[in-house]
């Protein structure tokens, strides 16, 4: 069986005279994929302000863990692990809000951590370097790391 976006793709010539909307959400998923690994994380919330339809495939949580996993083959050469050690660092993320600032953050429990941008990896933690804030900068200082004691 030929799927709609198989269709899409061997009518190419066609697609010159259809609109947007006249897409598969298949298609559009594979764009997008495309674009936030590119881009990162910010394509994500760029492409959610565009329209509800936008909004409902890049915040669907398979869209998500798809992008995320394709990021994260882009940085990690997890064959070169123990399967044990994939584990720990094939973690997806959660969405919170920060406890002082209340803006959302990708909030991971170890393993790699980044901003969704192909080839682009900050670091690879046992633990998340401040639980329940964004940034080092709205951690409070006993949690910050970096200061000097």
Known sequence: MVSLCDTYWHEIGELSTRTLEDLPDCLLETIFSKVVLCEGDKAIVNLAVVCKRF???????????????????????????????????????????????????????????????KGELLGIYDEPPHPGYCSHSCAPPDLDDTQDV
């Open 55 to 117: 909004s409902a495939i890049v915040l669907d949580e398979d869209f998500l863990k798809k992008v995320h996993y394709e990021w994260l083959d882009s940085v990690v050469n997890l064959k070169s692990f123990s399967t044990e050690y994939q584990k720990e660092l094939k973690k997806m993320y959660t969405i919170r809000l920060c406890n002082a600032c209340g803006q959302p953050y990708k909030a991971f429990s170890g393993g790699c951590i980044g901003h969704g941008k």
